[in-house]
């Protein structure tokens, strides 16, 4: 949707106008599941997050987690505080395999992310589906700086 490639690409003047319109819809999922709240948030686009969240009432909730965990993932500590303080997200939330947002950050290599999410209290020993902790992903990666976190 126009809307969503505006989040993406950090458009703000156009996010800002877009949701006026009465066709823009905030929880349009593309093909891929992201809606724009997680396009701007795994991009990283503050501004735009916040521009979304003040029509908050407009996105259902489960797009947050969504956004979520795109910000975990993009390594974006500034959108994950801001979504984690805004909706009192539970941070060891899972994803239909299992995944937390401190798994998704420890295997990017996002130190700050998963500093954020400890000390919000995310649990570093919660295992996927298949039976995966965020130090498993972190050490599957290289990322030494995450591994001495965890």
């Known amino acids: 949707s126009p809307l969503s490639l505006a989040a993406e690409r950090g458009e703000a003047e156009r996010v800002e106008s877009l949701p006026k319109e009465p066709d823009a819809d905030l929880n349009a999922v593309n093909d891929g599941g992201n809606t ?3 396009r701007a948030a795994r ?14 009432d407009r996105i259902d909730s489960e797009h947050y987690y969504h956004a979520f965990f795109a910000a975990a993932k993009g390594g974006h500590s500034d959108v994950l505080d801001l979504l984690l303080e805004t909706f009192g997200l539970d941070v060891n939330a899972k994803n239909r395999r299992g995944r937390t947002p401190l798994s998704w950050a420890a295997q990017s290599g996002r130190i700050e992310e998963v500093e954020l999410l400890l000390e919000h209290g995310a649990d570093a020993n919660l295992k996927d589906s298949e039976g995966k902790t965020p130090l498993w992903w972190a050490m599957m990666e290289g990322w030494v700086e995450v591994m001495k976190e965890l």
């Open 36 to 38: 724009p709240l997680s």
């Open 43 to 56: 991009n990283g686009h503050i501004e735009i997050v916040k521009m979304m969240l003040q029509d908050k």
